[in-house]
């Protein structure tokens, strides 16, 4: 049987994560996105797909307890597109996640209108 750790939802406008990204995109990119999801977003910027992964990293930190503290970084936790989207947890929240033993992240994510929605489930794995 599985515990739930701890549960986070975050919902994004996608026009302000636009708008913030279209003053540096550089910096932007660089400070929210890690390596992987910088390169799956290649050239072409999907403010969409932009948003979802910042209301999934930020439900994750949710998620997590703490919100995004000290150590952390926007880029310890990145949305990885494969076989179905999956968190990949690094650096400070990785080390977060580890005082509770064994566990993921479930996401569900979403874009509707002008918002993106993401909830993540943090699971004690058995």
Known sequence: MSQVLGVGCDIVGIERIARMAQRNPAIFLGRIFGEQERAALGLEMDWR???????????????????????????????????????????????????????????????????????VLWIRQT
């Open 49 to 119: 797909r932009c948003a979802r992964h910042v209301a999934a990293k930020e439900a994750c930190f949710k998620a997590l307890g703490s919100g995004l503290i000290g150590a952390m970084r926007w880029s310890d936790v990145q949305v990885i597109d494969g076989c179905g989207t999956q968190l990949l947890i690094s650096g400070a929240a990785y080390e977060q996640m580890q005082c509770m033993g064994p566990s993921k992240f479930v996401l569900s994510i979403t874009d509707s209108g002008e918002f993106a929605i993401a909830t």
